[in-house]
Every structure is written in structure tokens, then in C-alpha cells.
């Protein structure tokens, strides 16, 4: 059996290593908070990064996460939300969207059950999708 050894100028080599790089540098930049109490998507984020994950404590109570509009800035850059709730309490974390948007066509969005996950993209201008 004969092989031909790959170089870093055969095109598929050098996709794939292109795609490993900027993996791991959205892997690095990823921003992530572990809230306790009601807050907005983005409201105090300042860096910039693809993709935001929250981990929700909602031990003392309900918390409800509140998202952006979608016509605002961070949305218009493509920025998607992941939210997780992390505890075990009878309480839920609500996903509230801003105005009269809407969650997969509902007013809100509950995460009930310990590690429930959702993770947000805009699918139209008034419609958050569930990816």
C-alpha cells in the first residue's frame, strides 16, 4: 500500500485547520455569567463575544431573563443566547422577550427542570427561534 503525505497547501488540509483556529478562538472569547436574580441579555456585556451563555441560579426564586429587541445592534451582528438553568429548586427561569416579540411563537419561555437549556437565534423580526 503506498500513501502520499498531506501538506498544509492541499485545500482540505488547510479548511480544516482554518476551522480548528477559529473554533477555538470563539471557544476562548465565549462569555459567560452565572446570574441569581432577574436580568436583560447583553445589558452589561461589553465584550463582544459570538455567542453568550448564562448559567441561572434561580434557588431564591424565579428569575426572568429578558431579551433584547431583536432590531437592536447586538441582535443585528448575528449574536445568539444560550441560557441554562442550573439548580434544582421548585422554582423556573422564564424567558421573557422584549415588547410583543415572541419565543417559537409563545409570550415567554420556561425553563423548569434542572439543565433545561435553550439556545436563542432572531428568526424574523418579531420571532426568536430555537436552535
Known amino acids: 500500500m503506498s500513501t502520499t503525505p498531506l501538506n498544509a497547501s492541499t485545500t482540505s488540509i488547510s479548511l480544516y485547520h482554518e476551522s480548528i483556529n477559529e473554533n477555538a478562538r470563539r471557544a476562548r472569547f465565549l462569555n459567560a455569567a452565572s446570574p441569581v436574580a432577574n436580568f436583560t441579555v447583553w445589558a452589561d456585556d461589553t ?8 448559567y441561572v441560579d434561580c434557588t431564591s426564586g424565579t428569575v426572568t431573563v429578558t431579551l433584547p ?10 449574536r445568539a443566547v444560550r441560557i441554562v438553568r442550573v439548580d434544582a429548586s421548585g422554582n423556573s427561569v422564564t424567558v421573557d422577550p422584549n415588547g410583543s416579540e415572541i419565543v ?13 437549556s435553550v439556545l436563542l437565534h432572531p428568526r424574523t423580526s418579531s420571532d426568536w ?3
Not at 106 to 112: E, Y
Open 47 to 54: 465584550g463582544g463575544a459570538p455567542i453568550d451563555v448564562y
Open 104 to 116: 417559537r411563537g409563545s409570550a415567554t419561555f420556561t425553563l423548569a427542570s434542572q439543565w433545561d
Open 69 to 78: 429587541a431583536i432590531a437592536s445592534a447586538d441582535v443585528a451582528l448575528g
Open 129 to 131: 427561534a430555537i436552535l
